[in-house]
C-alpha cells in the first residue's frame, strides 16, 4: 500500500503525476487554498504534506498528525511552517531553494521599471478614458516618471535573488549598495557592490529593493523611522515578505510624501486599487 500525501493545491505540469507514482495522492483542486478546518482534516490520516505558504502548519496540526512524516513546502520561504515543532517531533521539512532565484529577480526589475516609468499608471490612464479627455496625444510633462539608468540601487539582503538583482542592475550602470547580517566580500568584487548599514543605504538609495526572509529580526524592518530616512525622491520594492514592512507605516509615508513610491509583490492587509504599484507622489 502507498503511503499518503495531500497536496494543498494543484501543482504545474507532471509533478502530480511524479508523486502518484510513489504516493496515494489527494489534491485539493480549488483556487483558493484549503480552509483551516478542511487542512486540520485531511492531515490526519496522511504520511506527507504538500504545502503552501498560505497553509499555516502549527502545532495544533502536528498533533492531529500522528502519521506524519515530511512536509514538502512549495515554495522557497517557509515561515508559515513552525519549524521547531517538527524538529521535536521528527517530521521532515523540505523547501525550494534556487528554483526562482532568476524569476523573482526579473519581477524586482519589471516593478523597478514600472514605477520608475509610471507603466501602470500610464496603462490605466488610457484604458480609464483619461487619456482621450485630455485631447491630446503626448505633453512634454505627461507621465514622464524618473531614469533608472546610473542611479543608487540599495539592495537589502545580498543572497541568491539580492545578488540576481544587483546583476541586472550593473547593465543600467547603478552604483550598488547593499546591507546584510554579514559581509559578501567575494559578491562585493564581482558585483562591485559596496556594503553599508542599512540606516546609510536607506538615505544614499534611490531605489530601496528588499530579498530578506521573514523572522524575528525582519518582522517590519522597515517601518516608520526607516521610511522617514529614504530620500523624498526614493522607492521602495518589496518582493520578499510582506510583513518585513509595516504596511500602516508605509501608507503614511506615501500619503505624506516620505518616500516617492512603493512597488509591492508582497503585501498582507493593505486594501489598495492597485495592489502592484503604489505611487502617490508625482502629478499626472
Known amino acids: 500500500m502507498k503511503p499518503k500525501v495531500f497536496i494543498t493545491r494543484e501543482l504545474p505540469g507532471e509533478a502530480i503525476k511524479l508523486i502518484s507514482e510513489v504516493y496515494d495522492v489527494e489534491v485539493w483542486h480549488e483556487y483558493f487554498p484549503p480552509p483551516r ?14 504545502s503552501l505558504l498560505t497553509d499555516k502548519i502549527d502545532g495544533k496540526l502536528l498533533n492531529l498528525a500522528s ?30 531553494p534556487g528554483v526562482l532565484t532568476e524569476a523573482v529577480a526579473d519581477l524586482t526589475w519589471a516593478l523597478i521599471l514600472s514605477i520608475a516609468r509610471r507603466i501602470v499608471e500610464a496603462d490605466n490612464f488610457v484604458r480609464s478614458g483619461l487619456w482621450e479627455n485630455t485631447k491630446t496625444g503626448w505633453h512634454p510633462s505627461m507621465m514622464i516618471g524618473v531614469d533608472v539608468h546610473g542611479k543608487t540601487l540599495g539592495i537589502i539582503g545580498l ?73 523624498p525622491t526614493a522607492f521602495l520594492i518589496n518582493t520578499s515578505r510582506g510583513a518585513v514592512v509595516d504596511e500602516k507605516a508605509l501608507v503614511k509615508a506615501l500619503k505624506n510624501k516620505w518616500i516617492a513610491g512603493a512597488a509591492l509583490d508582497v503585501y498582507l492587509k493593505l486594501n489598495l486599487r492597485l495592489k502592484v504599484i503604489l505611487y502617490l507622489n508625482l502629478e499626472t
Open 37 to 50: 478546518e478542511v487542512l486540520l482534516e485531511k492531515v490526519r490520516e496522511v504520511d506527507a504534506l504538500a
Open 159 to 231: 543572497g541568491r535573488i539580492g545578488s540576481a538583482v544587483a546583476r541586472r542592475a550593473k547593465c543600467f550602470d547603478m552604483k550598488i549598495l547593499y546591507y546584510d547580517v554579514e559581509r559578501r566580500v567575494e559578491l562585493e568584487k564581482t558585483l562591485d557592490a559596496v556594503y553599508v548599514d542599512l540606516d546609510d543605504l536607506l538615505k544614499l538609495s534611490d531605489f530601496v529593493s528588499l530579498h530578506v526572509p521573514l523572522t524575528k529580526s525582519t518582522y517590519h524592518l522597515i517601518g516608520e523611522r526607516e521610511l522617514k530616512l529614504m530620500k
Open 67 to 96: 502519521k506524519l512524516r515530511i512536509i514538502a513546502q512549495y515554495a522557497v520561504g517557509y515561515d508559515n511552517i513552525d519549524i521547531e515543532e517538527c524538529t521535536r517531533r521528527g517530521v521532515y521539512v523540505t523547501n525550494t
